[in-house]
């Protein structure tokens, strides 16, 4: 596989709106072939050998992203005006083959910079879209074209990594995401049908209500210490965010087309939680999910569970065995998300009728159920991470503390040593669930709630109110590393951590 170091040159180009990144020569300097659709340029899956590599100046880039105002169509006279990826929501299904190089153009067409985050690759600093890590930003009404190895293989995306702060028209509040494939050099191949499916949800509002997660025991006691001192401290909780509506792939549920099976057939889901804000739950009645890989990486063990579920950009590949006809209602177990349009209809052939759903039984979610049962190695280093929460106030909103500081960006990022094995410990102090993420590396979870586990390899991990969860990872590339809660309202106010990997 072709390293990359991370010094490149950069150009303006001759509208000045335009900056050239060429980035340094790789061992395997070449492309693949060319696939066009939908406006955006897809790496070629097909063709038949190498191809001589297009100067970063030069040529059609292989990958062609335009950032611009979408009109989108989510249900019966209901249009939402929001920023998209090339005219769509989601963003058309990027397919790139692992290891080999390729070109990007990314085109801005609105009125103000633009950051697009590859979630969940290994790549350079200055290309993976975080303004943290002083990643190239996509200027307004500009162009930036770079170049990029795509790995690791599996399930990821790409979205705006805007700090949106107050305004909820910025940021992953808006359309901007989409699926990325990043196709193994081989792959058996075991299903009948293939579906991407991202959810998300529009109309956000500011609200003071708290929408509570399933607690145990233990996390209701400490709640209610936590309420005790809030009251006594006389300081409520600040503004979270709701929202109007939900939908999958950019509809709401009962409209736009069912997904079509046929029984006997093994389909395989890829489903992607593209929220802003919100940890969601998926079912299908009459069916198992068979859990083969997260976050786009194979899991050690996989098990068949009845309900799903996926922080704020995580991902699950699932393998359904369609052998329970009928016309089904993939969606959420929450009513009124579902009524509002959290769902989908799954539509046998040869079968009609109203589409059903039927309440599946509540089940905690637990990632150790894919994984070894193992003691973990001792790591070369422990890094812990508290994390905290200073309430708002009415009308205010909540910081962030890790550690006890808000991010702080002139603050020296912590060193990391690559190859070194370090360990994330982390303390969730707070009633909140956080879905965390690492950038530019993957970490394989160790401990959950006290529970010792190996090989469930990930880039987001969801903590729950008053857990811990330890996760390993060793730094293999250069450059600052940004950890951050990947709920948007969090990150905004204070919920980021930044390293250096030497």
Known sequence: MDSLNTVGKYSAGRDNKTVIYTPPHTRRDFVSGLTAGMGLALSGCNRVGPQPAATPDAGKADITLRIGPVLVDIAKDHTISTIGYNGTVPGPLIRMREGVPITVDLFNDTDAPELVHWHGQIIPTDVDGAAEEKSLVVPANGHV?????????GARWVHSHVMAMSDLSRGTYTGQFGFVYVEPKSEPGAYDQEIFLATHEWEPFYTSAEDAEEMDPQQKARMAELAAELKKNDKPNGWEIGYQRFTINGKCLGFGEPIRVKEGQRVLFHFLNASATENIQLALPGHLFQVVALDGNPVPRPQAVEVLDLGTAERIDAVVEMKNPGIWILGTPKDDDRRDGMGIVIEYANKTGQPRWIKPPKKAWDYTLFGDQRTAAVPDEVIPIAIGKINGGTGGFNQWTLNGKVYDEKAEPKILHKGKRYRLAFDNQTDDAHPVHLHRN???????????????????????????????????????VLFHCHQQLHMDYGFKLLFKAT
């Open 145 to 153: 074209r770079y170049r990029l190895t795509p790995q690791p293989a």
């Open 442 to 480: 993957s970490f394989e979870l160790t401990n959950v709630h006290g529970k010792a586990t190996g090989g469930v390899v990930k880039d987001v991990v969801t903590l729950k109110g008053f857990k811990k969860i330890d996760a390993d990872f060793t730094p293999t590339m250069d450059g600052l």
